[in-house]
Structures are given as structure tokens and as C-alpha cells.
């Protein structure tokens, strides 16, 4: 992003305080709708590659790149994104940090917030501020840059960030059937051996095991990765009526009935139902739904922080 962008988009936010106006930031618009009658700040044009160092592996992008055009540039370098980011199509990387996505390999290397270092951004008061860096071993300051992930554009404009990236490994999945509660406490189980594994999933009533590097001859027939694909992002066919919700939970938790897939070692399940089946519950109708149903605790601390990034609500809460 140009000075002269910067200082534009400010400009914008600083007039929307002042005249008390709602602002959405947006990117394609493949994970938030855009509500009519709030102004739209779209950074789908503020794309690029800032800095790359392979040997250091550190990337820094504008917030509008393009997953695909972020994996492609790793990839010639036989590097990827650790947190597996699902792409919606023509996702960007400035809207999966602001949901805060990540992929089947949460259990294994860690959630989206760990591979970030740095970012440029700007508040609700039209400050151009900078958080972070591009060294992994960076401890300047508050640590805003990962606190930030997840904020769904409620609290600052991301313009720029700076990501720890990992070398591109070779992996192969395994399968085999069995019902979904002893799927669930399999994987549990695995999770806990010396497998190299980086993800485990059920569907369709198989489950499914992904291994890197070298390992043992499995116990399971070898399967296609694609699996991991139809997973991430996982958008299945639903009939008239039906309701979708992103469950999270425990691991070895139970199964929820109407269940059609589990993810992330069964701390992610999917599952049909017209009512919120548990606790951290989200509805995904094409969108993520917000919701609103956080403890007292992290609803003062959310508050809080949107006084502190926010103070004139300019950009639209969650």
C-alpha cells in the first residue's frame, strides 16, 4: 500500500469519526457480506508481495493479496503456509487473519495468530500505527499484532503482515471405516504418538489421517489428499431449511448428534441442526453468522478493546 493510500484511507476514517459514520472493511467479500448502508472500505486492490525472505522465512503482504497468489509465490521456494488457510475463492489473506482461519493442521502446527509477526494497520481515529515486525524472535511491545487476529475488521483497517512461513513438505493420508466415537477417540489417541501426523478428520464414515516426512507402514489403505480440500473449507450441500453450525470443542468430546463431518483431531465438528448445538456455536449459511454468546469475561475484554482501537465505533462491530 502506497503512502499516499495510506493517507487516504485515513483521511476517510478520520471524516467517518467525525461525522459519525459506519465503515465496513472488506476484501472479496468471501467470508462477510457487505451490509447495505455502510460505507464499504475494499482493500481487494491492496495486493502484493512487500518483502520476502526465503532464508529467513518471513513473508510480508498487503492485506488484499490473494491467498492463491500467496501460496503460488511460497511455493516456488518449496514453502507454504503452516496454518493452512482455507480459501473460499479469491480469499485473501487480510480476511482469513480477520476471521482468523485455520486449516486441518491446527492440532499440529499451531492456529493462524502463531505465525504472525507483524502488522501495519490503521485505528478508528485514523492513526497509521505499526505492531511487530519480521523476526520470529521479536518481543517489542504489546503483542497487538496476534491479539488482532480474529477481530473481523471490528477494530483497525489491516493493511500490511508479516507471516512466519514453513518449508513445503510431502504428505500422504491414510483411511479406514469405523463408526464416529471411536474415529474421535482414535484420533485423540494418535495425536499423542510420535506419527508425524498433521491432520485428522472424519467423514462419510471414514477417517482420515495425514502423515509428513518418514514414518511406518500404516495399518490403513493410503487415500487421496484432496480429502483435506473437501474439508478446507468445508462447504457441503445442505437441503431447503437446514442450518449449519461450526461446532468447537474439546477434543475427545463426545458426538453431537447430526454431525456430518469432525475436524482438527474432533475439536471442530460440523453438524445440522435449528438450534445452536452447543456452546461455541456458529451459524454458516454461505457467511460465518457472528456470534454472541461469550462468556461475561471476554465480552468486557472485547469492549475494552474496541474503546481503546475504536473510541468513535467508526468500523462496524462484529
Not at 476484501?27 to 448502508?37: A, I
Not at 496476534?146 to 483497517?157: C, E, H, L, T
Not at 473449507?233 to 431447503?240: G, H, M, R, V, Y
Given at each position: 500500500?502506497?503512502d499516499s493510500f495510506s493517507n487516504q484511507l485515513s483521511d476517510q476514517i478520520k471524516q467517518a469519526?467525525?461525522?459519525?459514520?459506519?465503515?465496513?472493511i472488506t476484501g472479496n467479500k468471501t467470508k462477510v457480506p457487505q451490509v447495505s448502508g455502510i460505507?464499504?472500505?475494499?482493500?481487494?486492490?491492496?495486493?502484493?508481495?512487500?518483502?520476502?525472505?526465503?532464508?529467513?522465512?518471513?513473508?510480508?503482504?498487503?492485506?488484499?493479496?490473494?491467498?492463491?497468489?500467496?501460496?503460488?509465490?511460497?511455493?516456488?521456494?518449496?514453502?507454504?503456509?503452516?496454518?493452512?488457510?482455507?480459501?473460499?475463492?479469491?480469499?485473501?489473506?487480510?480476511?482469513?487473519?480477520?476471521?482468523?482461519?485455520?486449516?486441518?493442521?491446527?492440532?499440529?502446527?499451531?492456529?493462524?495468530?502463531?505465525?504472525?509477526?507483524?502488522?501495519?494497520?490503521?485505528?478508528?481515529?485514523?492513526?497509521?500505527?505499526?505492531?511487530?515486525?519480521?523476526?520470529?524472535?521479536?518481543?517489542?511491545?504489546?503483542?497487538?499484532?496476534?491479539?488482532?487476529?480474529?477481530?473481523?475488521?471490528?477494530?483497525?483497517?489491516?493493511?500490511?503482515?508479516?507471516?512466519?512461513?514453513?518449508?513445503?513438505?510431502?504428505?500422504?493420508?491414510?483411511?479406514?471405516?469405523?463408526?464416529?466415537?471411536?474415529?474421535?477417540?482414535?484420533?485423540?489417541?494418535?495425536?499423542?504418538?510420535?506419527?508425524?501426523?498433521?491432520?485428522?478428520?472424519?467423514?462419510?464414515?471414514?477417517?482420515?489421517?495425514?502423515?509428513?516426512?518418514?514414518?511406518?507402514?500404516?495399518d490403513a489403505m493410503q487415500c487421496d489428499n484432496d480429502i483435506w480440500l473437501t474439508l478446507n473449507?468445508?462447504?457441503?450441500?445442505?437441503?431447503?431449511?437446514?442450518?449449519?453450525?461450526?461446532?468447537?470443542?474439546?477434543?475427545?468430546?463426545?458426538?453431537?448428534?447430526?454431525?456430518?463431518?469432525?475436524?482438527?483431531?474432533?475439536?471442530?465438528?460440523?453438524?445440522?441442526?435449528?438450534?445452536?448445538?452447543?456452546?461455541?456455536?456458529?451459524?454458516?449459511?454461505?457467511?460465518?453468522?457472528?456470534?454472541?454468546?461469550?462468556?461475561?469475561?471476554?465480552?468486557?475484554?472485547?469492549?475494552?478493546?474496541?474503546?481503546?482501537?475504536?473510541?468513535?465505533?467508526?468500523?462496524?462491530?462484529?
Amino acid at each position: 500500500m502506497s503512502d499516499s493510500f495510506s493517507n487516504q484511507l485515513s483521511d476517510q476514517i478520520k471524516q467517518a469519526a467525525t461525522e459519525k459514520r459506519t465503515l465496513q472493511i472488506t476484501g472479496n467479500k468471501t467470508k462477510v457480506p457487505q451490509v447495505s448502508g455502510i460505507e464499504e472500505i475494499s482493500l481487494s486492490e491492496n495486493s502484493g508481495i512487500v518483502a520476502y525472505e526465503p532464508s529467513e522465512l518471513v513473508i510480508t503482504v498487503k492485506s488484499g493479496t490473494k491467498l492463491t497468489d500467496l501460496k503460488a509465490a511460497l511455493a516456488e521456494h518449496n514453502q507454504m503456509l503452516g496454518f493452512e488457510p482455507p480459501d473460499y475463492g479469491g480469499s485473501t489473506i487480510g480476511g482469513t487473519y480477520a476471521c482468523a482461519l485455520t486449516g486441518p493442521s491446527r492440532p499440529f502446527r499451531g492456529v493462524l495468530r502463531d505465525f504472525v509477526l507483524g502488522t501495519k494497520m490503521i485505528d478508528g481515529r485514523g492513526q497509521q500505527l505499526t505492531f511487530g515486525g519480521q523476526m520470529i524472535k521479536n518481543v517489542a511491545g504489546y503483542d497487538v499484532s496476534r491479539m488482532m487476529a480474529g477481530s473481523k475488521g471490528s477494530m483497525a483497517v489491516i493493511t500490511e503482515l508479516s507471516l512466519k512461513v514453513i518449508p513445503l513438505v510431502e504428505e500422504v493420508t491414510y483411511c479406514k471405516e469405523m463408526p464416529e466415537d471411536e474415529a474421535i477417540v482414535l484420533m485423540n489417541k494418535m495425536a499423542g504418538t510420535t506419527l508425524p501426523l498433521s491432520g485428522c478428520a472424519y467423514y462419510n464414515g471414514l477417517f482420515y489421517y495425514r502423515v509428513f516426512g518418514e514414518h511406518a507402514e500404516q495399518d490403513a489403505m493410503q487415500c487421496d489428499n484432496d480429502i483435506w480440500l473437501t474439508l478446507n473449507p468445508f462447504q457441503p450441500k445442505l437441503e431447503a431449511g437446514q442450518k449449519l453450525w461450526r461446532v468447537d470443542t474439546e477434543g475427545p468430546a463426545p458426538s453431537i448428534p447430526n454431525t456430518i463431518a469432525v475436524g482438527m483431531c474432533g475439536q471442530r465438528r460440523w453438524v445440522i441442526s435449528d438450534e445452536a448445538p452447543a456452546p461455541y456455536s456458529t451459524l454458516w449459511q454461505s457467511y460465518f453468522a457472528p456470534r454472541h454468546n461469550d462468556p461475561d469475561a471476554i465480552s468486557k475484554i472485547k469492549a475494552g478493546l474496541k474503546q481503546v482501537f475504536d473510541p468513535y465505533n467508526v468500523f462496524k462491530p462484529l
